[in-house]
């Protein structure tokens, strides 16, 4: 029997890049239209793109970029009638020069030997091939920092590659290699700057990626679910929450991984799948969020909670337990007040109650916001983070409620 979830689980995959970006689309469209009137001219030094991130942040459509813009202009090359080839490498683990022109040669379908010959040979086949065959190559080198940073290519090695027209003028003036080079963040511009100044003065675009904002992640998560998933089992919801829960912004922060976005919804499907749901609903994401490694419970700011704070927090989990969504505050407080006489407490005025609710709010420990259409009149709606899991917390607050007071009064 197949599964009511999937269509497509293949739109999943790490590897796999829509048939058009819909965000990153401008940064595209820009490096598209440059290659393409380069083509057509061809003369001058060898074209230098560096495309690159933001510290700390991966997964935010750099290597996705670099690919799309080499299939989109392959395919325009190729109805232009422009023999056009693009070669890409990921050049971590690369260890030197030769190897990465051998790996060059061979994404060329050139068919000669490199073995034994020297650098500088296996470069000039590269450049007599692309004249002979009237071809361009556009080579993308991932990962760039990691070789610039190495020793594994010297200063010479760096210069012959990437002003590779001095050291080889081609035969008719027109240059047929040209290099994108992708790195994690701006830092490379200086390193470039500092190990191979030429190259770096001779860098005629830079791209500047950012992480992603919810907006554009919800985008992006929404293509996939279109392409991936049946329309039925899953809703705008579901894609918010995963959407709002990795989006950047400057003020709260965030991964603003489009990976971990994509990775989060596949496996709330992959849960719901395995139950035989018909739906996506949010306990399965809470669950792929939990099991992604980012569940964290912070015991250390629980424990430092003052004893109202741990019975609210307390009623919240006790809630969502049972029922899941938002809350509102009316009823968390009405459950705070059940609570506290259970202990045998005395529960804090409403004001208070409001008090301690803003406060977990801003240790992050809880998630309110004034609620909008669907519930009558304004009112405080409450949930907990999506990465505390309602019944983990629930055992976590019940150990440390009965160390501090004892359990509930029968
Ligand atoms: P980086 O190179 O910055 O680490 P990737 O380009 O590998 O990030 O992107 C990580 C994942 O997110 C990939 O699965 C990719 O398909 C997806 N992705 C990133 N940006 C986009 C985008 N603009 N549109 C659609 N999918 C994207």
Known sequence: MSGKIFTNRGVFDETY????????????????????????????????????????????????????????????AEDKGINFK????????????????????????????????????????????????????????????????????????????????????PKD?????????????????????ERIPQVESQIGFRVHLRPYSSDELKTIIEQRAIEGLYENSYNQDILNMIADYYGYNDIKGGEGSARKAILTLRMAAEIA???????????????????????????????????????????????????????????????YSHLSYAYGEEPRKHTQFYEYIKNLNNMGLIESKISGKGIRGKTTIIRLPLDIPAERLKEVLESILLDRIGGPKP
């Open 17 to 76: 890049i829509p048939s058009t970006l819909l965000v990153r689309d401008s940064e595209a469209n820009v490096l598209i239209t440059r290659y393409l009137s380069r083509l057509g001219e061809g003369s001058g030094s060898t074209d230098v793109t560096v495309l690159y991130g933001s510290i700390g942040k991966v997964g935010i459509g750099k290597t996705t970029l670099a690919k799309y813009v080499s299939r989109v202009l392959s395919k325009k």
């Open 86 to 169: 693009p070669v890409y490498i990921n050049v971590y683990g690369a260890s030197s020069l030769h190897q990465i022109l051998s790996r060059i040669v061979s994404e060329l379908e050139m068919n000669i030997p490199v073995r034994g010959n020297a650098t500088i040979e296996v470069l000039k086949a590269i450049s007599d091939f692309l004249y002979i065959k009237d071809a361009y190559a556009l080579i993308i080198l991932d990962e760039f920092q990691s070789l610039l940073m190495s020793s594994k290519l010297s200063d010479d090695e760096f210069y012959l590659l990437l002003r590779v027209y001095e050291e080889i003028p």
């Open 173 to 193: 003036n027109i240059n047929r290699l040209n290099f994108m080079l992708v790195s994690q963040d701006f830092r490379i511009l200086s390193y470039m700057k």
């Open 273 to 335: 799948d395995a139950e035989n749901s018909g739906r996506i609903e949010e306990r399965h994401v809470r669950e792929a969020l939990s099991t992604n490694a980012v569940s964290n419970i912070p015991l250390d700011i629980i424990r430092a909670l003052s004893l109202h704070e741990l019975l609210i927090l307390q009623s919240i989990s006790n809630l969502l337990v049972a029922k899941g969504g938002w809350l509102t505050s009316g009823e968390v407080e009405d459950e």
